[in-house]
């Protein structure tokens, strides 16, 4: 079964910092792993998408996540906050089976 | 624009009263999900087709159900609706299960 874990249910950094939201996975195959944002009251908004080509993957809105298998991880990053990017963020796998399985999720605050 | 309509948006109804949600893409996407998504939670897979399959997970209690008369509407009908069902509920299609899932901003149901 495919699964993963996001480590931190709730990240604070200040506007102009660094975000890194932590996700590690679980696979007996070889995964594909997706980060979504969801903001209040809205649905979730695929932000990028790892199918096995390049490790690094560059999505929306200025993020970017690194598969690493030898860590099983594949970490959402953002060089720099912006207040409008305080929302909830979830990791998710997805397999051939056209299932998807979410993380428990971050909510990411963005401090001024 | 391509996307995923959900309607209502809010949907207030009465213990034990059936109610359904609708879902339509004009995508054209194989797949259609549906979720249910409690407070500070993550989106809980309930069932989806791929085409004219239908896949129920196996956890997803009987008093949800779901029909899918054509490629573009999927609806949910929760035959007696309990107060556990209060929730957002989240309708969502992709090409495949790898290609990643496009959301739609969800209907939140509450039971008085």
């Known amino acids: 079964a495919q699964s993963v874990t996001q480590l931190g249910s709730h990240v604070s950094v200040s506007e102009g910092a660094l975000v890194l939201l932590r996700c590690n996975y679980s696979?007996?195959?070889?995964?594909?792993l997706f980060w979504y944002v969801q903001y209040p009251n809205q649905g979730l908004q695929l932000l990028l998408k790892?199918?096995?080509?390049?490790?690094l993957v560059k999505g929306i809105n200025g993020f970017e996540a690194e598969f690493k298998k030898s860590e099983t991880s594949f970490h959402l990053t953002k060089p720099s906050a912006h207040m409008s990017d305080a929302a909830e963020y979830f990791c998710?796998?997805?397999?051939?089976?056209?299932?998807?399985?979410f993380g428990a999720g971050t909510r990411l605050t963005v401090k001024p | 624009d391509a996307m995923v309509i959900q309607n209502p948006r809010y949907q207030v109804t009465q213990f034990g009263k059936p109610v359904t949600l609708s879902c339509s893409q004009t995508?054209?996407?194989?797949?259609m999900y549906w979720y249910q998504q409690k407070s500070s939670q993550a989106p809980k897979l309930l069932f989806h087709?791929?085409?004219?399959?239908?896949?129920n997970e196996a956890d997803t209690p009987d008093n949800f159900q779901s029909r899918r008369p054509n490629t573009s509407f999927c609806f949910l009908d929760i035959r007696s609706p309990g107060l556990g069902d209060a929730a957002m509920y989240l309708c969502?299609?992709?090409?495949?299960?790898?290609?990643?899932?496009?959301f739609g901003p969800g209907t939140r149901l509450t039971v008085t």
């Open positions: 995508l054209n996407h194989n797949v």
């Open positions: 790892y199918t096995s080509a390049a490790t």
């Open positions: 969502a299609t992709s090409r495949t299960g790898v290609s990643g899932q496009y």
């Open positions: 696979s007996s195959v070889p995964p594909y």
């Open positions: 998710a796998v997805g397999g051939i089976d056209n299932d998807m399985r």
């Open positions: 087709y791929y085409d004219k399959d239908f896949n």
